[in-house]
């Protein structure tokens, strides 16, 4: 494949990229916005999926395991 070719390639696959970036993002914006704003941690998982994480169970598995055993 020419040089040209080539260049012009990555550039569509770079618009394309950035298309489905920004589709994604509008996709899960209200999602986002309100997990957020109950300060819980949003990752993105894939095109469209996100896992959701309330950091407050995180301090429930502290005080599980600093429990003493029966």
Not at 10 to 15: D, E, G, P, S, V
Not at 57 to 60: A, G, N, R, Y
């Given at each position: 494949?020419?040089f040209?070719g080539t260049?012009?390639l990555?550039?569509?696959?770079?618009?394309l990229?950035g298309?489905?970036?920004?589709a994604?993002?509008?996709?899960?914006?209200?999602?986002?916005?309100?997990?957020h704003?109950?300060?819980?941690?949003?990752?993105?998982t894939?095109?469209g999926?996100?896992?959701?994480?309330d950091p407050r169970?995180?301090?429930?598995l502290e005080l599980e395991?600093a429990?003493?055993?029966?």
């Open positions: 494949m020419h040209h260049n012009r990555l550039r569509i696959k770079a618009q990229g298309l489905a970036g920004q994604d993002r509008d996709l899960c914006v209200d999602q986002d916005w309100w997990a704003r109950l300060g819980w941690t949003v990752t993105r894939g095109f999926a996100r896992r959701y994480r169970f995180d301090l429930v395991r429990a003493p055993r029966a």
